[in-house]
């Protein structure tokens, strides 16, 4: 089934235009109680619900393989097809498009097993500025797996900001494997944020390639904490091909227990001064594990990437300073872990 | 006559390559501003982190009380649950961790009123700090004020203040001293460590460091005039830090040659 909506419409697959949930639950029961469990999810994972129904914002709720609301707003576009596990969407910002505020994206499964599979598609058109706030919650995962495949296209002089944040339970019982290619055409820009932070993490795979043009900026951040016997990868390459563009891969991790956190970065920098950074610190607790493994790449003599990893245990500093206010010794270490992973 | 708030008697404590306290002897009272005075080295920061129970200077002898409680054996936390903390010299950096959050930390009833007024106190504006990180985006010596805030805020009873006046221009010296004597009036005794005359004129008592040592101890007018007549710095340890890289031979030479003539 192919669903397309138009601009200001909270409909369900239906197509009951702009009516709210509890008329929703008289004419769809069904849908409306799969909803309201997802909004439930949502603000699990650090989503507000009224903002994702209000319907002044662009926005998209998909609960397993259904597409459960779509509302558009001036210049993007948001075209979903179900899939027998999951969901292909397109999603278009016409050139020129510069939204208020950001597109909320809500995926997630409510149930405790199962596949879910998104295939999507960024087209951020020349000129246009966009952000776009993505929550995926599985809330009851226990044997849950989320696969994404995304392809991003940033167009000359557009900036598309990306922010997702995760909820997956406190089971550990979840797969998250999102990969992602993306292209950022000159004087482009894209920032992409990936949260992890709260719950289990389960198993988590990123991937992330993305080729920049001239004078294009990336700007990757990848924040995770996990503990029992969560598993957290991170892969990412930046490669810098045009003269003047500019690369920041930043991650922030910390592992407890049993936890192992794997973080591979590499930046290229293939242009007259293009220039990179990777910027690493994973935090280490009880037996857990964290390795990072930067690669630096540089094949023009007016290029310049560096890295910088901070990888072992909370500093003794931050740690006695903290306590010196009368905190515990776990709740400055918690503090110091938790604020790594806001900042 | 009052019991004295802080008591240190006979403290000693080796780091690795070298004893950095010998035989402290250290009494502050309550409600009273004691200044800490010393060249470089001489142990003052030693002593600060002893007192705040810091891992890795813990005492071979000696033993430290508060308020007539021994608390010699007790973590950082413990101590400061009792009513001492400690402002460091170098304060640390806490990514994602606000102004607000950081101030909160210590108060047993955080307001947003009462984080204001410690950032004033500091001469420094709300509005502009209350959302800022505690990280790297701060100068040494907005940090340094945030960390003075911090202290202020808990209301302790001993507010051991290392150096709070390095990284701070001169002419917000007098922001410094007024706070110290603002902390001083509201019932926190201070152990201040400073370098600066300036500042030890806000003190009622003072005492003098050397090679690990506390050498004199009295008001601060009878303090400097012991070190103007009796102290000489020793020529191998101008602009050298003893605790350095090597400094156990240098430390040996002090206490040797004698910097301070007892």
């Known amino acids: ?343 | 006559m009052d019991r004295a708030l802080l008591e240190v008697r006979k403290v000693s404590v080796r780091r690795p390559g070298a004893e950095v306290l010998r035989n402290v002897d250290l009494t502050v009272g309550r409600g009273e501003i004691h200044a800490l005075l010393g060249l470089n080295g001489s142990g003052k920061t030693s002593l600060a982190l002893t007192l705040m129970g810091a891992a890795g200077y813990e005492p071979e002898e000696g033993r430290i009380w508060l308020d007539g409680e021994d608390i010699t054996e007790l973590s950082v936390t413990e101590r400061a649950r009792k009513g001492l903390t400690l402002a460091w010299q170098a304060p640390a950096r806490f990514e994602g961790i606000p102004v607000a959050d950081y101030l909160a930390l210590g108060m047993d009833e955080p307001t947003l009123d009462r984080i204001e007024e410690a950032l004033e106190a500091v001469a420094l504006a709300p509005r502009a700090y209350l959302g800022r990180s505690v990280d790297s985006g701060l100068s040494g010596g907005e940090r340094k004020r945030i960390e003075l805030a911090a202290v202020h805020a808990m209301r302790p009873r001993l507010a051991i203040l290392d150096e709070p006046d390095s990284g701070i221009d001169v002419l917000c010296l007098e922001d410094v001293i007024s706070l110290v004597r603002r902390m001083a009036d509201e019932g926190t005794s201070v152990l201040l460590i400073t370098h600066r005359d300036e500042m030890t004129s806000v003190a009622d008592k003072a005492s003098l460091m050397c090679a690990g040592s506390v050498v004199s101890s009295g008001t601060p007018d009878q303090v400097r005039d012991y070190f103007a007549r009796r102290c000489r710095p020793h020529a191998d340890l101008l602009g050298s830090q003893p605790w350095g890289e090597g400094a156990g031979g240098a430390y040996e030479r002090v206490v040797a040659e004698g910097v301070c003539d007892e």
Not at chain 1, 100 to 110: A, D, I, N, R, S
Not at chain 1, 200 to 208: E, H, P, S, T, Y
């Open chain 1, 1 to 343: 089934m192919s669903v397309s909506w138009r601009k200001g419409c909270v409909m369900s697959r239906h197509g009951t235009p702009g009516v709210r949930q509890s008329v929703l639950k008289e004419r769809d029961p069904a849908w409306a109680s799969e909803f309201e469990a997802m909004m439930e999810a949502y603000e699990k994972a650090g989503g507000r619900a009224e903002v994702l129904q209000g319907g002044r914002v662009g926005s998209a709720v998909i609960s397993a393989n259904q597409v459960l609301a779509v509302n558009q707003v001036d210049g993007v576009s948001i075209d979903a097809e179900e899939q027998e596990h999951g969901v292909r969407a397109r999603i278009t910002v016409a050139p020129g498009t510069k939204t208020e505020h950001p597109v909320h994206l809500c995926f997630g499964v409510v149930g405790e097993e199962g596949l879910q599979e998104i295939v999507s598609e960024f087209e951020i058109g020349e000129g246009a500025d966009v952000g776009f706030l993505a929550h995926c919650t599985f809330p009851n995962a226990v044997r849950l797996r989320h696969v994404m495949d995304a392809r991003v296209h940033v167009g000359a002089n557009a900036t598309m900001r990306y922010r997702e944040a995760h909820y997956h339970g406190s089971e550990g019982g979840m797969e998250v494997l999102p990969t992602t290619y993306a292209v950022v055409e000159e004087g482009g820009r894209l920032e992409t944020e990936f949260n992890l932070t709260e719950g289990r993490v389960g198993r988590m795979a990123i991937k992330f390639e993305v080729d920049v043009a001239a004078r294009g900026v990336v700007e990757l951040t990848a924040k995770a904490y996990g503990s029992g016997d969560d598993d957290i990868r991170v892969d990412e390459v930046v490669r810098l091909n045009g003269a003047g563009a500019r690369g920041l891969i930043r991650t922030r991790a910390a592992v407890r227990d049993g936890a192992k956190s794997e973080v591979y970065t590499t930046m290229e920098g293939n242009a007259a001064t293009a220039m990179g950074h990777m910027d690493c610190t994973e935090i280490v607790r009880g037996g857990a594990e964290a390795r990072n493994v930067p690669v630096v790449v540089v094949r023009h003599d007016q290029a310049r990437v560096t890295h910088e990893a901070a990888i072992g245990s909370v500093g003794k500093e931050e740690l006695e300073t903290l306590m010196a206010r009368g905190l515990s010794e776990d709740e400055a270490v918690d503090i110091i872990i938790r604020g790594m992973l806001r900042g």
